[in-house]
């Protein structure tokens, strides 16, 4: 009788993770199970009333070449920093947002031109805070999963790294695991 996985959570993690398990012959019987009615997790695109699409998730897309009029610049003020910069997040002004956002644009990419589109939006919580301590609890949650033989693996943005690239291949390692190295 062939294995079941199940993947909990239909975010980017969890969506790689199906597509490793299901692959080549062998492969377990997966089911993911999304408590909410759409998958992508904190990615999701938004389409503005004049069909301009802003991605939203850790972090922006754009099309492959270089930085052009079909580029998005997707900027991330904050973190634990926030408020002592600028202020109480519920009070936060958009376009003081946009200037800070358009000053790292220019100084970390070089690049003057202002955008043609704007999307100031304060998300609060929104990325994992990683706070002090936080690998060593990781570490302690992964051993304890090891030293049990625990048929659970740990993926996503709270647990190893907050990029659309950390969620995949933590995912990728996960299923590993399950179907050994030839996934």
Not at 137 to 166: K, M
């Amino acid at each position: 009788m062939p294995r079941t996985v199940a993947v909990v959570g239909g975010g980017i993690s969890g969506l790689a993770a199906c597509y490793h398990l299901a692959r080549g012959p062998g492969a377990p019987k997966v089911v993911l199970l999304e408590g909410s009615a759409r998958l992508g997790g904190w990615l999701q695109s938004t389409r503005t009333e004049d069909g301009a699409v802003f991605e939203h998730g850790p972090r922006g897309v754009r099309p492959a070449g270089a930085a052009g009029r079909d580029t998005l610049r997707m900027v991330m003020l904050g973190g634990a920093w926030f408020t002592q910069s600028f202020g109480d997040p519920a009070a936060a002004v958009p376009a003081v947002l946009l200037g800070r956002a358009r000053g790292a644009v220019r100084a970390q990419l070089g690049l003057e031109a202002a955008p043609s589109r704007a999307i100031v939006k304060v998300h609060q919580a929104c990325i994992p805070q990683y706070t002090l301590g936080h690998w060593q609890r990781t570490e302690s949650i992964s051993r304890y999963v090891t030293e049990r033989r625990l048929p659970l693996s740990l993926v996503g943005a709270s647990y190893g790294g907050v990029s659309v690239n950390d969620c995949i291949a933590s995912a990728k390692v996960a299923a590993s695991r399950i179907l050994g190295p030839s996934c």
